[in-house]
């Protein structure tokens, strides 16, 4: 497991640990007014500074380590993410008594571009999102965000992924859940830090292996990869795909581009 889960875990994976979503923690006065100013104060001026990095990284091929540092910390007490699975979008929002489909800040933010690929997630009737400043999307309190059954929202994010979505769940302030994101790199400001060797996500509990006696190399899944995981490797004249456990996230889009049922997720060894 994470170090989150040894954290906030309470024994289990954090991310399906109830308490992470409980009420007490949404009431806390100073969650509350970070999720007031959250697209201003995270993601707005996260767009800006990243922005600035990626120059410096272009350049230098490397940030300070200090900066690096204190990015990464500051993300795990406000808003630290970790690329889920599938199957764990089933189980958590499964169990969910409400869900609510919202507008890509981190899209709207670079591109001016509504995109609702966002879902606020609640294990009780009382829900976090009635905080956010939907005046940011140029709209009314109450629009732009769109109630969603359990089901419907599996089936939209299962739709997303075969689009090439990665999966991740947030906190908002750490250890409270607000939300599961399903992004693609260059969208998604958390995604767009690992490009600079900042990594305010962790990978997923579980990480992709292939069969190598049902792959034929044919590298579909090499292309379907966000996170550069994958190669090759000759062997007696074929070629069989080879996962780098190290950067592979476990997010699950290779399997999902195998024709060949190849490739599937283990639990990872931390």
């Known amino acids: 497991m994470c170090e989150f889960c040894t954290k906030h875990g309470d024994g289990q994976v954090w991310f399906k640990n109830a ?24 993601i707005e001026a996260g767009v800006v500074t990243i922005g600035r990095l990626e120059t410096i990284y272009q350049k230098k091929k490397t940030l300070p380590d200090r900066l690096v540092r204190q990015m990464v910390d500051k993300a795990g007490e406000e808003h630290f993410g970790q690329v889920v699975t599938m199957e764990d979008i089933r189980e958590i929002v499964g169990q969910a ?28 009737p009382e829900t976090w999102y009635q905080d956010l400043d939907m005046g940011y999307f140029g709209k009314a309190q109450d629009m732009g965000l769109e109630s969603v059954s359990p089901a ?12 090439g ?5 947030w906190t908002m302030v750490t250890p409270f ?45 090499q292309e379907a990869c966000h996170f550069n ?14 996962i780098d456990t190290d950067k592979c996230f476990g997010c699950g889009l290779c399997r999902n581009s195998c024709p060949q049922d190849a490739l599937g997720m283990v639990d990872r060894n931390w």
């Open 229 to 242: 995981a994958i190669s090759s490797i000759g062997s007696s004249g074929e070629f069989l795909a080879k």
């Open 165 to 169: 979505a990665v999966h991740t769940i």
């Open 19 to 42: 308490a992470n979503y409980a009420n007490d923690l949404m009431a806390d006065l100073n969650r509350r007014k970070y999720i007031k100013d959250f697209f201003n104060s995270t």
């Open 177 to 221: 859940i607000g939300a599961i994101c399903n992004c693609e790199p260059g969208d998604c400001l958390g995604l767009r830090t690992l490009a600079i060797d900042v990594e305010t996500m962790y990978r997923g509990e579980q990480q992709a292996v292939v069969d190598e006696e049902l792959c034929n190399g044919c590298g579909t899944c």
């Open 97 to 124: 008594a409400t869900v609510v489909r919202m507008p890509c800040a981190c899209r709207w933010a670079s591109m001016k571009k509504e995109n609702r690929c966002c879902y606020s997630v609640s294990y009780s």
């Open 152 to 163: 419907d929202a599996i089936a939209q994010m299962e739709k997303l992924e075969q689009e």
